[in-house]
């Protein structure tokens, strides 16, 4: 058994494919339209979907934006120095919500950024 993807619901589908692709390094695997049932799926990840999970980014046709609720938490994604990866990210014009340091109570240094719907992504330090 293993996970196969995560979906997100998002307002603007070439906006999330190119913060997902350009930001955090993806490549786009598919993309399958369906007009019949107002939708577009794309599928992003960092290898064949055969060996790894995938990001399925979902566009509803007309929707461009949703309430993320309290259940959300965050997306997490392995960077090798957290820090350089922020620095490179506020140059991007990506919005930071936690900057790079140590977690409350521990020494992993993590950061979090928003993607462009709002959704929370933390960085973790690579452990070496």
């Known amino acids: 058994m293993r996970i196969?993807?995560?979906m997100l619901r998002v307002g603007?589908?070439?906006?999330?494919?190119?913060f997902y692709t350009q930001v955090l390094g993806m490549r786009e695997l598919r993309r399958n339209d369906y007009p019949a049932g107002e939708f577009t799926l794309a599928f992003l990840g960092?290898?064949?979907?055969?060996?790894?999970t995938a990001l399925e980014l979902t566009y509803n046709y007309g929707v461009s934006s949703y309430e993320k609720g309290t259940a959300y938490g965050h997306m997490a994604f392995?960077?090798?120095d957290v820090y350089a990866a922020c620095e490179q990210m506020k140059?991007?014009?990506v919005k930071i919500l936690r900057d790079a340091g140590p977690m409350n109570a521990g020494k992993t240094i993590i950061a979090f950024i928003e993607d462009p719907d709002g959704y929370a992504i933390e960085l973790i330090g690579k452990k070496y």
């Open 91 to 93: 140059a991007q014009g």
């Open 78 to 80: 392995e960077v090798d």
């Open 12 to 18: 603007d589908l070439d906006r999330s494919v190119n």
């Open 4 to 6: 196969l993807h995560t």
């Open 46 to 52: 960092y290898g064949a979907e055969s060996e790894h």
